[in-house]
């Protein structure tokens, strides 16, 4: 049985384990309501360039000659999968579930005899993918110099993916995060990039450009060609933002938990410990008692 | 009919103006247009420009640099929707002069289409801002 010493020690540490998991809390409970914020903010750029392209693409996508990124290269072959993680641990499943509806789709591609590239953004995911698909992983994007998400991160890593589909090295794009629902619910979400997903009723595009008819200057095609390489980007800061939301999200119900059973476990603790302490001192006295009747 | 015009300005971060002003000068890739109440509704392209917001008609304009973007015009006002927005007085005319050298080094060393268009773009905005401080 432990000694009554062990039993302080051990309940002096857990005290202190939730002292941080509490602290973590609070500090993930203001950085969600930031990373809220921004994603909120967000929002508006959105869902114009969402019903601009809405409207744009849907006559755009009969034409022959139309933006790759529209219509897709034709081919199906080759899949660039996008894993946004985060960058550090103690967050629940957030990662997990990210990596593992990524997985999913990999091994589901792979079954079906496609090619498929990794590119991980956060080195959370990359650590866990890195055990079985190594060799598939082109790329880790590291944010976590990043302390507040701005456009300009998710550009870079928009133009690369560009760069690389021009090249040629890739047929379909698809981006996978978790949607920030609640702080209790985060959805892993695969979202494609590319080619470019078209609204699914003609009726939304048209109500969402107000049913008017517009001038063009300079005409559709091109302002669709400069929109769609640009809509990537959106996307991609856009996934980025909901998975600050959803990180924290996850993080502070995580650290919430944490900080209930630190508190089951000392309670606990303390009934052993002053059970001990009981029967030491009873202990202790029948050992008086009966020296004293020896005597 | 209404005798202003409704202009939100939106940024991937955030929505920067939302206000009912009397005119907007926008510089279209084809050209500068002005934007007035009731104008028909149309789609164009942004250059790298000066975008001159006017809240009254005499009043002196309220001018904002964009590097690129997207203005439509519908019933309910004009929405430009720009990446990214350089407020005039706090150009930095050193670094500037700096990140021109740069674009343009890009420029030259570019390999394929490609990273000449984006270099080449970094540079026209650039050149065009720098034009408008000096």
């Known amino acids: 049985m432990a000694s009554l010493k062990d039993l302080k020690n051990r309940i002096s540490s857990v005290k202190s384990t939730q002292k941080i998991t509490k602290a973590m809390k609070m500090v993930a409970a203001s950085k969600l309501r930031r990373a809220q914020e921004a994603a909120e903010a967000a929002r508006p750029y959105a869902e114009r360039m969402e019903s601009v392209l809405a409207g744009l693409s849907s006559s755009a996508q009969d034409t022959p000659g139309s933006s790759p990124l529209l219509i897709g290269t034709g081919k199906q072959d080759v899949h660039l999968v996008i894993v946004a993680t985060s960058e550090r641990g103690l967050c629940g499943g957030f990662n997990t579930n990210i990596v593992k509806a990524a997985r999913l789709h990999i091994e589901e591609l792979l079954a079906g005899g496609k090619t498929v590239k990794i590119l991980c953004i956060g080195k959370k995911g990359y650590a866990v993918i890195r055990r079985d698909h190594g060799d598939r992983i082109i790329d880790l994007k590291d944010l976590s110099a990043v302390k507040r998400l701005a456009f300009a991160d998710a550009q870079p890593i928009a133009q690369e993916i560009l760069a690389m589909f021009e090249r040629g090295e890739f047929d379909v794009a698809s981006l996978f995060y978790a949607k920030f629902q609640s702080v209790l619910v985060q959805v892993p979400t695969n979202q494609q990039l590319i080619p470019a997903p078209i609204a699914e009723t003609d009726d939304d595009a048209a109500d969402a450009l107000g049913g008017a008819v517009y001038e063009y200057e300079p005409d559709e095609a091109s302002i669709l060609d400069d929109l769609l390489p640009r809509n990537v980007a959106t996307q991609i800061y856009r996934g980025l933002l909901e998975n600050a939301a959803s990180e924290q999200g996850s993080r502070m119900t995580a650290m919430d938990n944490a900080t209930r059973n630190a508190g089951e476990m000392i309670d606990s603790l303390t009934i052993t410990y002053n059970r001990t302490r009981q029967a030491n001192i009873t202990k202790e006295l029948i050992e008086i008692i009966s020296g004293a009747e020896a005597l | ?134």
Do not use: C
């Open chain 2, 1 to 134: 009919m209404t005798d202003t015009l409704h202009l939100e300005i939106v940024s991937p971060e955030r929505l920067l103006k939302d206000a009912e002003v009397a005119m907007v000068v926008v510089p279209g890739t084809d050209g500068d247009f002005g934007a007035m109440p009731a104008h028909a509704p149309m789609m164009s392209t942004i250059r790298p420009g000066i975008i001159e917001i006017y809240e009254t008609e005499a009043g002196e304009p309220e001018k904002l640099f964009v590097k690129s973007g997207l203005a439509q015009i519908s019933d309910t006002g004009l929405t430009i929707l720009a990446e990214e927005m350089i407020d005039l007085d706090s150009v930095d005319t050193t670094e500037l002069a700096a990140g021109m050298a740069e674009a343009q080094n890009a420029v030259n060393a570019a390999t394929d289409d490609m990273a000449r268009d984006q270099a080449e773009a970094e540079l026209e905005w650039r050149r065009v801002l720098s034009e408008i401080v000096s």
